[in-house]
C-alpha cells in the first residue's frame, strides 16, 4: 500500500481513509488498475486531496461508528470535490445517523464483507460522475460582462449600452426596479471610462436624513452648525476627478434639489459655513427605482434637474424578464455561499429551478441571492430543492387557449366602446371599424347587453335614427 504523503495523480486513483487499513483490500484495488492512497484521518486526507486533486474516496465506518467520529469526517467531506464511497458493516444501514450521513455525503457504500464486483463498479461509477462534473478542457461560458452575471438579450443589450456610456462624459440616470444592480451598472461605466483611475463616491440619497444631505454632499467648515467641530470634505468634493453615484436620487428632499442642480449647472459647490465656490470636476451617475417621469408631473421632483440628469438613460431588465439568467445567478450564488452550509451540496435540484423560473422576484436580484443564501444554510439533502427555497406557491389556474384569450379581448373592446359611446351602435362600431351590422351579430354572439340597463324601458319608447339598420342586422343574425 503506499503510504507517502506526495500524492502523483493518474487517471484512477483512490483516497483510502481508515484507521486500520485492510491489506488485502488495497492489493484487490491495485490489481484492478487503481493506485490506492492511505490517510488513517481526515487532516492527511484533506492534504492530500488538496495536494492530489483526488476525485475518488473510499471511507471506513467503524463498527462503534459515534456521532462525533462521523461529524470530523462530514466535516472533511463537504469540503472538497471527491466522491466518497462508505465502507460499513452489516446492519450499520439501519442506524439513523450513519444512513443519513450516507445520504448527505457519500456517492455509494458498500457493505463487509465486500464482493469484488460491487466496489469496482461503485468507485467507477464514482469516479465516471467526476469526469463528468470535470471537463477536462473546455473552458466555461461566461457568466457575463462588466462584472455582472446575465447572458439574456436585455443583458446584453444593457451591456452595449454602458460600453456607449463610458465613452462619454455626459450625466448617465440608471432606471429599475429595487435589486436589479444599478450601482453595478454605475461602477462598470466608471471603470471603463477615462476616469477609472479617480475615485468612485456612491450616496444613497433615501439613507441620510434630509437635513444632513447638504453637508453630506457638499461639506462644511468648522462652527457652520452645532457639532460642526472641524472641516468636513463633502461626497461631491471626494469625487473630484472621478464619478459621483447619486442612488435613489427620487428621494431627494425638494430643498436639496436646487442646491444640486446648481452644481450640475456651474460646477461649482459651497461648503456649509464656507466663504466662496469650489470648483469641482466630477461625472455624474444617479438612479432611482421611482417612475421619475411622474414624480416630475405630480411636483415631487423638479423637471429642470431631471432634465441635468437624464441626458443618458439606461434600465436595469428585472430578474422577471431574463428568462435562463434565474438559472444562471442561482447557480452563481450557489457557488459564492456553498460553504455556509453545514453538508456538501451537489446543486440545484429541477424542481428547484422550476420553482425559481415561475416566481415573479419582486426583490430581483438582491433576492435571488439571499434566498439561495438562506436555503444553503437550511437545506438537509444534497441538493437544494423547492421546498429548500421557501418561495410562495405559483396560483396554478386553468390553462387558458389562444382562441379564449382572443375571444375575450374582443368582448372587452367591444363592452368599452359601447360604454363610451353611450350605448349608441353606430359610433361604437365607428370606433372599432367595422360595420353596425357586424358589431350587432358580435354583441349577439358574446350575449353582450345593446344598452344600459337604465335605458332600456325609456328605448322602448323612442326611435332609434338606425332602426332600420338595426333590423337589417337582425335579419343577418
Known amino acids: 500500500m503506499n503510504t507517502t504523503c506526495t500524492p502523483v495523480e493518474t ?3 483512490v483516497l483510502y481513509v481508515s484507521n486500520s487499513p485492510d491489506q488485502d483490500l488495497a492489493s484487490f484495488l491495485a490489481a484492478s488498475g487503481w493506485q490506492v492512497m492511505h490517510a488513517k484521518n481526515t487532516a492527511t486526507a484533506e492534504r492530500l486531496i488538496e495536494r492530489g486533486n483526488i476525485k475518488v474516496g473510499l471511507v471506513e465506518l467503524p463498527s462503534d461508528c459515534t456521532s462525533q467520529h462521523l461529524s470530523v469526517l462530514a466535516s472533511c467531506m463537504r469540503r472538497v ?33 465486500w464482493l469484488n464486483d460491487r466496489l469496482v463498479f461503485a468507485l467507477g461509477h464514482a469516479h465516471g460522475l467526476s469526469s463528468l462534473r470535470h471537463p477536462p478542457a473546455a473552458p466555461e461560458p461566461s457568466l457575463g460582462r462588466h462584472g455582472m ?50 475615485a468612485f463616491v456612491a450616496i444613497n440619497c433615501a439613507a ?54 446648481r452644481f450640475l449647472q456651474e460646477g461649482t459647490i459651497e461648503r456649509l459655513g464656507g466663504n466662496g465656490p469650489i470648483k469641482v470636476d466630477v461625472r455624474v451617475i444617479s438612479a432611482t427605482h421611482v417612475d421619475l417621469d411622474r414624480a416630475v408631473e405630480d411636483g415631487r421632483f423638479r423637471s429642470d434637474l431631471y432634465h441635468r440628469l437624464c441626458v443618458l438613460r439606461l434600465i436595469e431588465p ?5 428568462g435562463g439568467d434565474i438559472k444562471l445567478l442561482a447557480n452563481y450564488a450557489l457557488s459564492m455561499y456553498r460553504q455556509d452550509g453545514a453538508r456538501k451540496l451537489r446543486g440545484l435540484s429541477s424542481d428547484a429551478i422550476v420553482a425559481m423560473s415561475n416566481y415573479p422576484w419582486p426583490g430581483n436580484v438582491r433576492e435571488l441571492i439571499n434566498c439561495v443564501r438562506r436555503a444553503v444554510v437550511m437545506s438537509e439533502g444534497r441538493f437544494i430543492t423547492a421546498n429548500d427555497l421557501g418561495l410562495p406557491e405559483a396560483e396554478n389556474g386553468p390553462a387558458v387557449t389562444l382562441a379564449e384569450i382572443r375571444s375575450k379581448a374582443e368582448k372587452d373592446a367591444i363592452e368599452h366602446a359601447l360604454q ?3 350605448y349608441r351602435l353606430s359610433e361604437a362600431a365607428a370606433e372599432l371599424g367595422i360595420s353596425r351590422a357586424t358589431l350587432y351579430r358580435l354583441i349577439h354572439a ?18 332609434d335614427a338606425d332602426d332600420e339598420a338595426e333590423r337589417h342586422a337582425r335579419s343577418l343574425v
Open 11 to 13: 487517471e484512477r486513483t
Open 81 to 113: 470535490e471527491t466522491n466518497w464511497v462508505a465502507q460499513i458493516a452489516p446492519g450499520q444501514a439501519e442506524n439513523e445517523l450513519i444512513s443519513r450521513f450516507i445520504l448527505d455525503y457519500c456517492f455509494d457504500f458498500v457493505t463487509r464483507p
Open 149 to 198: 452575471v446575465g447572458q439574456c438579450e436585455a443583458m446584453q443589450q444593457l451591456y452595449r449600452r454602458i460600453d456607449k456610456c463610458s465613452a462619454t462624459e455626459a450625466p448617465v440616470f440608471v432606471a429599475g426596479e429595487s435589486g436589479t444592480g444599478k450601482e453595478l451598472t454605475a461602477r462598470a461605466i466608471h471603470e471603463r471610462s477615462p476616469r477609472a483611475g479617480q
Open 208 to 261: 441620510i436624513p434630509p437635513s444632513l444631505l447638504q453637508a453630506e454632499l457638499f461639506g462644511h467648515e468648522r462652527g457652520a452648525f452645532t457639532g460642526a467641530l472641524q472641516r468636513k470634505i463633502g461626497r461631491i468634493e471626494s469625487a473630484n476627478e472621478g464619478t459621483l453615484f447619486l442612488d435613489e436620487i427620487g428621494d431627494m428632499p425638494h430643498e436639496c434639489q436646487a442646491v444640486l442642480l
Open 318 to 322: 428585472p430578474l422577471r424578464e431574463r
Open 420 to 422: 363610451r359611446h353611450g
Open 446 to 463: 358574446n350575449r353582450l347587453h345593446q344598452e344600459p340597463a337604465a335605458g332600456r324601458a325609456s328605448h322602448a319608447n323612442g326611435a
